[in-house]
C-alpha cells in the first residue's frame, strides 16, 4: 500500500507569492491533517480534514488555508507569503477522525520563502 | 492548556548502550501519548503509543515507554541503541475530549549514535 505523497518536496517562492501544496492520504483514509515544523517552534497543527469538511483548526492566520476533495487528496494554500512562513510542512492522514486513530505522516514539502 | 516538554534537546550516546529519552506533559483531562521518530529528511514514522491499558507500552525497533499519570511522564526507553537509531524523536499528547483531535507536540530530541 502506497504511503502519504506530497507534492512538490521542494518549493522556493519570494515574500508576497502565494502557494499551493497537495497531499496524497493513504488509500482508504479519510481523514488529513497538516502541520508546519520549524526549528525553533517545533510541529503545530494547521488543520484537519476529514470528509471534505474542516474538523479542527490551529492557531494560524487566515492567509493559511486548505481543502479536501471527494477522493481525500488534500491541498494547502498560503496567500501573501512572508520570510517566516518558511518550514517543513507536513501531511498527515489518518482511517477516522478523533485522537484514537494513529497518523501516517508523509516526508513532507520544505517551502523557502525569499 | 495542554502542552509537552522534551527534556533533552540532544542526547549523544554510544552503539549498544542504553538509552531514556524524557518526556513531560500536562493536562487537566485524560490523555493519550504518543513517540514519533524522524530520520533525516523523512516525515515521522509512530513508535509506539498510549491509549490505555497497561503503563507499559512496546514499539518497533525494540523501543518501549512507561507512562506515569502520577510523575505526568511518558519516557521513551532502548537497552542498546543502533547507529541507524539516529534521528530526531517526538513526543506528542492529545486529549480524549470526543473526537476533537489536536495532537500536542515537543520540540524533539535529538539522538545521536556514535561508533
Known amino acids: 500500500k502506497a504511503g502519504v505523497t506530497q507534492t512538490p518536496r521542494y518549493l522556493i517562492k519570494t515574500r508576497g507569492q502565494q502557494v499551493t501544496l497537495s497531499c496524497s492520504p493513504i488509500?482508504?483514509?479519510?481523514?488529513v491533517s497538516w502541520y508546519q515544523q520549524t526549528p525553533g517552534q517545533g510541529l503545530q497543527f494547521l488543520f484537519e480534514y476529514f470528509s471534505e469538511t474542516q474538523r479542527n483548526k490551529g492557531n494560524f492566520p487566515g492567509r493559511f488555508s486548505g481543502r479536501q476533495f471527494s477522493n481525500s487528496r488534500s491541498e494547502m494554500n498560503v496567500s501573501t507569503l512572508e520570510l517566516g512562513d518558511s518550514a517543513l510542512y507536513l501531511c498527515?492522514?489518518?482511517?477516522?477522525?478523533?485522537?484514537?486513530?494513529?497518523?501516517?505522516f508523509g516526508a513532507g514539502t520544505r517551502l523557502s520563502v525569499l | 492548556a495542554q502542552s509537552v516538554t522534551q527534556l533533552d534537546s540532544q542526547v549523544p550516546v554510544f552503539e549498544e548502550a542504553p538509552v531514556e529519552l524524557r518526556c513531560n506533559y500536562s493536562?487537566?483531562?485524560?490523555?493519550?501519548l504518543f513517540w514519533y521518530v524522524q530520520y533525516p529528511n523523512q516525515g515521522l514514522q509512530l513508535l509506539l503509543k498510549?491509549?490505555?491499558?497497561s503503563t507499559l507500552v512496546k514499539g518497533i525497533n525494540g523501543f518501549e515507554a512507561e507512562f506515569n499519570k502520577s510523575q505526568t511522564s511518558f519516557h521513551l526507553r532502548k537497552p542498546s541503541v543502533h547507529i541507524s537509531d539516529t534521528a530526531e524523536y517526538f513526543c506528542?499528547?492529545?486529549?480524549?475530549?470526543?473526537?476533537?483531535?489536536?495532537?500536542?507536540w515537543g520540540l524533539g530530541t535529538s539522538l545521536a549514535v556514535n561508533p
Open positions: 506528542a499528547v492529545s486529549d480524549h475530549a470526543g473526537n476533537n483531535r489536536k495532537l500536542i
Open positions: 498527515a492522514s489518518s482511517l477516522g477522525y478523533g485522537s484514537k486513530n494513529i497518523q501516517y
Open positions: 493536562s487537566s483531562v485524560s490523555v493519550y
Open positions: 488509500s482508504g483514509h479519510r481523514s
Open positions: 498510549y491509549l490505555s491499558g
